[in-house]
């Protein structure tokens, strides 16, 4: 047989100094092995497998890219298959989302859109076939029942009363579960395997259980669902599926896996290889801790930017591209391990840098009079919107008597090496010209600025200096009558310690929630040229971070902006040092 062309590697598009090389990929050298061996003919065919009980998050995003990377690699197939085998907590809202949330991702699985639903006649057949081999029996005990009859680590299981039933009498029993004769928890079909084993998985472990729901796409059918571990291994083999690749919680199960497929005569049987899921800091991942945290209130929903989910990335901002690359870069290993969330801030950072205009906007406006320059007379500078890609284009900013700067740009009694604005001292204003302050108004009661009178030098348009003179000092401004109202939300980590859930078992772990996740201001303005700006638009604010247009946007009236990330890059600090 002709050996397999090698891998096509796909070229890195990180461009910053010291990027690391690919991370190592050991699933990448077990296929490359079974390829050179002949296995499987040189096929690859992979699938992702969610079950569509919740949104998908950055951990999915990981093995979504995995899965769907390797088959585009080796030039096979990846199939999405919904693992919907439990209707009590499925819903068509959940199978929508991860479909949105694949394509949006980059990926596309073409005509192999699977569900696990699709074979549940081949399941029940597959069910008989072990029965009437004497392989599983109809358990009658309730659940608390057979945990104890299980054992546990130190202590044998024990077999239930109804191991020893006739093939005859499993038969009967499980063909009136499938007609519904019996209420939830009356029965289980269970496989017979090992009592003794270390393994806790192979003793007798449940495949069919009792559930009188209905199905998101079955309907009243059934009322007797397959377990995962039987139910997985099977889809698999039906799919023809290569390597079936999964999270290392599942390394446990591997032997029933092969148990089933080694024992019911099927058309393949594919190989399980696991890896450590993603756990990043200052997060959680546990779709139940994201559910406490949704039914609490405590995130605003789902799609909250503050949460992991692939929704909520999104609606914050990040790109599909720095998300699939924070995945390549993270690598794919057997250790479980926390990366540190600055990594995929950095990716985002790297990605909205070469795709994102810059733009002017205030968060905290401090009202500026500009005294030499008339009423209604307008200045207009030209702005481009990217520093070094004049593909960008640019924009007329205009200049009026009242403009708004940031109020922490201004201080009256300013710190050493201040170069921002204080009484007296020049500033250049962006893309505009050079301004000094003549003059402070405060509020009599409180004491606060409220108002800075400055002059403006109009020999310095466009912020040249032709005298020479040193400004070092620029900031970001808008003009009063030109500007827009926005609503900035300033989303933050979630939780103010690393790992939230470090510390006793059972702790709440919402007693680590930072109170300061969202801070929303009201009083922003915006350039003019923002007035047009759509959801999921993303912008440089200059000198502030990079915002995304939030859905929340009323068009023509209110836009609403969340923070992605802001400029500064610890991660990008820490490669600098590594290359000295």
Not at 66 to 82: D, Q, V
Not at 158 to 183: C, H, I, K, T, Y
Not at 219 to 247: N, Q
């Amino acid at each position: 047989m002709k050996k397999p062309d090698p891998p096509r590697e796909e070229k890195r598009k990180m461009d910053a100094p010291g990027a690391p090389a690919p991370a190592s990929n050991f699933i990448k050298d077990i296929i490359n092995t079974d390829r050179e061996r002949g296995k499987n003919d040189g096929r690859v065919a992979t699938r992702f497998p969610p079950e569509p009980n919740g949104y998908l998050h950055i951990g999915h995003a990981k093995s979504i890219c995995l899965n769907f990377g390797i088959a585009a690699e080796y030039h096979g197939t990846c199939n999405l298959r919904l693992d919907d085998t439990n209707p009590v907590t499925e819903e068509v809202e959940y199978v929508e989302s991860i479909k949105d949330n694949i394509k949006w991702l980059g990926f596309d699985w073409e005509d192999r859109l699977y569900y696990a639903s699709d074979y549940f006649e081949k399941f029940y057949q597959f069910a008989v076939d072990l029965i009437k081999m004497g392989k599983a029996y109809v358990c009658s005990l309730s659940e608390e029942e057979i945990k104890k009859y299980r054992g546990n680590f130190y202590q044998p299981g024990q077999a239930s009363p109804d191991r020893n039933r006739s093939v005859e009498e499993n038969l009967d029993l499980f063909a009136r579960m499938r007609a519904g004769e019996f209420p939830d928890g009356a029965h289980v079909l269970r496989a017979k395997i090992d009592l003794e084993s270390s393994n806790m998985n192979l003793r007798d472990p449940i495949m069919y259980r009792i559930k009188k729901a209905r199905h998101h796409r079955t309907g009243d059918r059934w009322c007797i669902y397959p377990m995962y571990d039987f139910a997985h291994c099977l889809s698999d083999s039906v799919e023809g599926i290569t390597h079936s690749i999964c999270t290392l919680e599942f390394e446990d199960h591997r032997p029933l896996y092969d148990w089933f497929l080694d024992e019911l005569k099927v058309p393949s049987h594919p190989q399980q290889i696991e890896f450590a899921r993603l756990n990043l800091s200052y997060t959680v991942m546990s779709k139940r801790k994201l559910l406490e945290l949704v039914e609490k209130g405590i995130v605003r929903g789902w799609d909250d930017p503050r949460i992991p989910t692939i929704s909520g990335l999104r609606r914050r901002g990040y790109t599909p591209e720095s998300i699939r690359e924070f995945c390549e870069r993270i690598g794919v290993a057997k250790a479980e391990g926390i990366v540190d969330v600055a990594l995929l801030e950095h990716c985002v950072r790297q990605d909205l840098e070469n795709r994102t205009p810059r733009v002017m906007v205030v968060l905290n406006p401090l009202r500026v009079v500009v005294d030499n320059l008339p009423a209604g007379q307008v200045e207009e500078f030209d702005a481009p919107y990217h520093p070094t890609d004049p593909g960008f284009g640019s924009r007329k900013v205009p200049f009026s008597r009242v403009i708004y700067i940031e109020k922490d740009d201004f201080r009256e009694d300013p710190p050493p090496k201040w170069f921002r604005l204080s009484p007296g001292r020049e500033v250049r204003l962006r893309y505009a010209c050079i301004i000094k302050c003549v003059k402070v108004l405060k509020d009599e009661k409180t004491g606060e600025v409220k108002e800075l009178h400055c002059t403006w030098d109009p020999a310095t348009r466009g912020g040249d200096t032709p005298d020479g003179r040193k400004i070092k000092g620029t900031l970001h401004w808008v003009s009063a009558d030109h500007s827009l109202p926005a609503e900035v939300r300033l989303y933050d980590r979630l939780f103010h310690q690393p790992n939230p859930l470090e510390g006793e078992e059972g702790a709440d772990f919402t007693k680590t929630l930072n109170p300061d996740s969202l801070k929303i201001l009201i009083s922003c303005r915006i350039e003019p040229s923002l007035g047009k700006a759509a959801p999921e638009n993303r912008y440089q604010f200059e000198r502030l971070g990079y915002f995304c247009v939030d859905p929340d946007s009323t068009p023509g009236h209110l836009l609403v902006f969340n923070r992605t990330v802001s400029l500064r890059d610890s991660w990008a600090k820490i490669e600098k040092s590594q290359e000295k």
